[in-house]
């Protein structure tokens, strides 16, 4: 069975500093990989996707992911922290094999700190 | 253009009883899924409707049941609550079937609450 682990539950970062968050999945096909960003009360939002092509993908409000296959990782990162970026944030994929449900990570919250 | 909506935003019931949840997918898609979030985890998927079919099931038991009409709109309908159904139950709709490459677009959800 496909599964996706994200290292910490929680990260703080000060504001203006490099976002980091990780992703592993393991997998012996690549999947489809997503990030998706979880604001108080409120559904998930897409950040960025990977399908194919380009393993390195930019995605709104200044987030990029890149694909790493021999890693089988699919980290998230923004060079610069801003306060509205204080949310919980998803990475998923999806397997052709498996059908069309995405399969999500256990999540990361992250703080800004002014 | 109206995203997905749900509906309703929160609701409270006992063990035992039944609940039904609603959805109403993007304009122009076809395919919705749902999932399950318990507070604290990430979202698991229940199933996926397509075509007024259920075309992909999760590890759910048979207690939670679904129906798509034909305006593409969905219904969760979930039997003898427990406790442990307490979570935030979220729509997402894709267009063409749900395709891998198709981006799921999500709901604002239904937090539940089983007392």
């Known amino acids: 069975a496909q599964s996706v682990t994200q290292l910490g539950s929680h990260v703080s970062v000060s504001e203006g500093a490099l976002v980091l968050l990780r992703c592993n999945y393991s997998s012996s096909v690549p999947p489809y990989l997503f990030w998706y960003v979880q604001y108080p009360n409120q559904g998930l939002q897409l950040l960025l996707k990977y399908t194919t092509g380009a393993t390195l993908v930019k995605g709104i409000n200044g987030f990029e992911a890149e694909f790493k296959k021999s890693e089988t990782s699919f980290h998230l990162t923004k060079p610069s922290a801003h306060m509205s970026d204080a949310a919980e944030y998803f990475c998923a994929v999806r397997h052709l094999a498996a059908g069309n449900k995405l399969t999500f990570g256990g999540g990361t919250r992250v703080l800004v700190k002014p | 253009d109206a995203g997905v909506t749900q509906s309703p935003t929160h609701l409270i019931k006992t063990r035992g009883q039944q609940v039904t949840l609603r959805c109403s997918p993007k304009?122009?898609?076809?395919?919705v899924s749902w999932y399950q979030q318990a507070l604290g985890q990430g979202p698991q998927f229940i199933f996926q409707?397509?075509?007024?079919?259920?075309?992909q099931r999760g590890n759910f038991p048979d207690r939670f049941s679904g129906h798509q009409f034909p305006n593409y709109s969905s219904e969760l309908n979930v039997n003898a609550l427990l406790l442990g159904d307490s979570a935030l139950y979220l729509c997402a709709s894709s267009p063409r079937g749900g395709g891998a490459s198709y981006e799921q677009f999500f709901g604002p959800g239904t937090r539940l609450t089983v007392l």
């Open positions: 409707y397509y075509e007024e079919e259920e075309r």
């Open positions: 304009s122009g898609h076809d395919t």
